[in-house]
C-alpha cells in the first residue's frame, strides 16, 4: 500500500445525499480532504464532475446510504431529508447521520428522532456560511445531537468548517443558533438600508456616511454583551439612555421617514414597542427591557 492510498484509508467513506449549491460544495470538500466519497442526487446529473473528481455515483439513496459510515443529508427542507432517509430503508442502522437540512427546530427534532429509531446516530448541523466558505477557518458551523458523531468524525467536521463548535445534546437547538444570528443580522441590515434610504433623499451616499459614522456604528455590536446580560438577568435598571430618552429621538425618525417619503414602518414598529413600555411605566429602563414586549409566551 502506497502513502497516498494508506492516508484515503484512514479518512472515514463519506456519503453526501443531495447536490445543491451546498451538497455539491460538501461532496468537493471531502473529496479535497481526501475521504472515499458517495454521492447521490435526485437528478443524478449534478454528480458528473464530482464523479470526475473521483467519487462514487450511487443509484439508489439506499444503496450511497449503504456505502458511508458518515451519511450526510443536505436537501431542501427537512421533510425532504427525512424521505430521502427513508428511501434508505435497514441501511441507516449503525451509521452516523449528520443533516446539514435548514428548517425550525421542531422538524430536525423530528428527523432526529425517527433516525435514531432506525438505530442510527444523529448529529444536526447548521451551516452559517455560503458554498463557497465550506472548508475555511473561519467558517462557523452550530452542531446539535450526538456527542459520539461529532467527535469520531472530528477531522471529517473540519472540512465543512474551521469553527465548528457542538452547542447541544439537543438536535433542535443548532436551527435556533441560526435564526438568532440571522435575525440580527436581518434586523441590523435593515436598518442600515433605512438610514440609507433616509440618507439619499438628501442625496448624500452611504458610503460618505459610513466614513464618518462608521465607528458610531460599529460601536453598537460592543454594547450586545451588557444586552444580553440584562435579558438573562431580567433586571434592567440603567442610569443612562434609558427607554425615556430613546422615544423623542424615534418619534423624530419616524416623522422625518413620513416627510420624506421613506418608509415608516419599520421605524413604527420601534415606536410602538418603546411607548408601550413607556406607557407601562418602563421609561426609566434600559432598552432591553422591550425584550418582554417581543416575548409572547
Ligand atoms: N446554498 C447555500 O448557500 C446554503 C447555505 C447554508 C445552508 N444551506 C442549506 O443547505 C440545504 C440545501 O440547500 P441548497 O442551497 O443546496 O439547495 P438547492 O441548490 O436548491 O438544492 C436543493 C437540493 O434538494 C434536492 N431536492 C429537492 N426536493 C427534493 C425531493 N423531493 N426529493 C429529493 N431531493 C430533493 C435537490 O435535488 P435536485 O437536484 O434533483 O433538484 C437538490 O439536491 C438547505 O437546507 C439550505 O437551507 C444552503
Given at each position: 500500500m502506497?502513502?497516498a492510498?494508506?492516508?484515503?484509508d484512514?479518512?472515514?467513506?463519506v ?10 460544495a ?14 447521490w442526487n435526485r ?5 458528473d ?9 450511487a443509484a439508489t439513496a439506499?444503496?450511497a446510504v449503504?456505502a458511508g459510515s458518515?451519511?450526510i443529508v443536505s436537501?431542501?427542507g427537512n421533510a425532504?431529508a ?10 441507516l442502522?449503525g451509521?452516523s447521520?449528520?443533516?446539514?437540512t435548514?428548517?425550525t ?5 423530528g428527523?432526529a ?7 442510527a446516530r444523529?448529529?444536526?448541523g447548521?451551516i452559517m ?9 473561519e467558517t462557523?458551523?452550530f452542531?446539535?445531537g ?6 469520531d468524525?472530528?477531522?471529517?467536521l473540519?472540512l465543512?468548517?474551521g469553527?465548528?463548535?457542538?452547542i ?7 436551527a ?7 435575525g440580527?443580522?436581518?434586523g441590523?441590515l435593515n ?7 433616509l440618507l ?6 452611504a458610503?460618505r456616511?459610513?466614513?464618518e459614522a462608521?465607528?458610531?456604528?460599529a460601536?453598537?455590536?460592543g454594547?450586545?454583551?451588557m ?8 433586571e434592567?435598571?440603567t442610569?443612562?439612555?434609558?427607554l425615556?430618552?430613546?422615544?423623542p429621538s424615534?418619534e423624530?425618525?419616524v416623522r ?7 418608509d415608516?414602518e419599520?421605524p413604527?414598529?420601534?415606536?410602538g414597542?418603546?411607548?408601550?413600555a413607556v406607557?407601562d411605566?418602563?421609561?426609566?429602563d434600559?432598552?432591553s ?6 416575548r409572547?409566551?
Amino acid at each position: 500500500m502506497n502513502n497516498a492510498s494508506a492516508r484515503t484509508d484512514a479518512r472515514a467513506a463519506v456519503t453526501v445525499l443531495g447536490l445543491g449549491e451546498m451538497g455539491f460544495a460538501l461532496a468537493g470538500a471531502f473529496l479535497d480532504g481526501g475521504h472515499p466519497t458517495t454521492v447521490w442526487n435526485r437528478s443524478p446529473e449534478k454528480a458528473d464532475p464530482l464523479v470526475a473528481r473521483g467519487a462514487e455515483r450511487a443509484a439508489t439513496a439506499r444503496d450511497a446510504v449503504a456505502a458511508g459510515s458518515l451519511v450526510i443529508v443536505s436537501v431542501k427542507g427537512n421533510a425532504t431529508a427525512r424521505a430521502v432517509l427513508e428511501a434508505s430503508g435497514d441501511a441507516l442502522a449503525g451509521r452516523s447521520v449528520l443533516n446539514l437540512t435548514d428548517g425550525t427546530s421542531a422538524e430536525a427534532r423530528g428527523v432526529a428522532e425517527w433516525v435514531r429509531g432506525q438505530g442510527a446516530r444523529y448529529l444536526h448541523g447548521q451551516i452559517m456560511t455560503i458554498a463557497p466558505g465550506i472548508g475555511a477557518a473561519e467558517t462557523v458551523v452550530f452542531y446539535g445531537g450526538s456527542d459520539a458523531v461529532f467527535h469520531d468524525f472530528r477531522p471529517a467536521l473540519r472540512l465543512i468548517g474551521g469553527r465548528g463548535t457542538l452547542i447541544s445534546a439537543d438536535a433542535g437547538v443548532p436551527a435556533l443558533y441560526g435564526m438568532a444570528v440571522h435575525g440580527t443580522m436581518w434586523g441590523a441590515l435593515n436598518g442600515f438600508l433605512h438610514a440609507a434610504a433616509l440618507l439619499s433623499s438628501e442625496g448624500i451616499e452611504a458610503k460618505r456616511f459610513l466614513d464618518e459614522a462608521g465607528p458610531s456604528v460599529a460601536a453598537l455590536l460592543g454594547s450586545f454583551p451588557m444586552i444580553a446580560d440584562e435579558v438573562d438577568r431580567g433586571e434592567y435598571a440603567t442610569r443612562f439612555g434609558a427607554l425615556q430618552h430613546h422615544l423623542p429621538s424615534v418619534e423624530d425618525l419616524v416623522r422625518e421617514s413620513r416627510e420624506r417619503n421613506v418608509d415608516s414602518e419599520f421605524p413604527g414598529h420601534t415606536l410602538g414597542l418603546v411607548t408601550r413600555a413607556v406607557e407601562d411605566g418602563h421609561g426609566g429602563d434600559s432598552y432591553s427591557r422591550l425584550v418582554e414586549y417581543l416575548r409572547q409566551f
